[in-house]
């Protein structure tokens, strides 16, 4: 019987921690969302001084909750965003806009999909 309460205990502690997980994550991807919003609107009008700021402070924004993500998240993941966040500084630091754009969305697109990976879902489990 004593089994049963620790197994008990245990999966419950496991299902807070995965909702945990996802709460922190969607916190997180929904701040860095805005400001990719915001970086695709000085891309657009060429404001490259602001989109360099918007970089830096999606940059800091990875780099101080990154330790704790790669708790959560398949580290392939984590490199499939830093890559393509790499490769975009470079873009907006040469004011390349259809490569930046380009770029953008595959932050974007790797955010959303790290997300969805995570979220529990009938998929996700089988």
Same mark, same amino acid.
């Given at each position: ?19 945990? #997980? +996802? ?7 929904? %701040? @860095? ?5 915001? $970086?695709? &609107?000085? /891309? ?25 993500? #790669? +708790? ?7 490199? %499939? @965003? ?5 490769? $975009?500084? &470079?873009? /907006? ?26 979220? +529990? ?6």
């Amino acid at each position: 019987m004593k089994n049963v309460y620790i197994s008990l205990i245990l999966f419950i502690c496991m299902i807070f921690s995965i909702i945990f #997980s +996802i709460n922190y994550l969607d916190k997180i991807y929904t %701040n @860095i969302g805005k400001l990719t919003i915001d $970086l695709e &609107q000085s /891309i657009d009008k060429e404001n490259w001084n602001s989109a360099d700021k918007l970089v830096k402070e999606i940059s800091n924004e990875i780099e101080t909750n990154s330790s704790k993500i #790669s +708790i959560f998240v398949n580290h392939m993941e984590i490199d %499939n @965003i830093n890559n393509e966040f790499s490769k $975009l500084t &470079q873009y /907006i630091k040469y004011h390349n806009k259809e490569e930046a754009m380009a770029s953008l969305y595959a932050v974007r697109f790797f955010f959303e999909h790290t997300l969805k990976l995570e979220k +529990i879902n009938i998929e996700n489990i089988f």
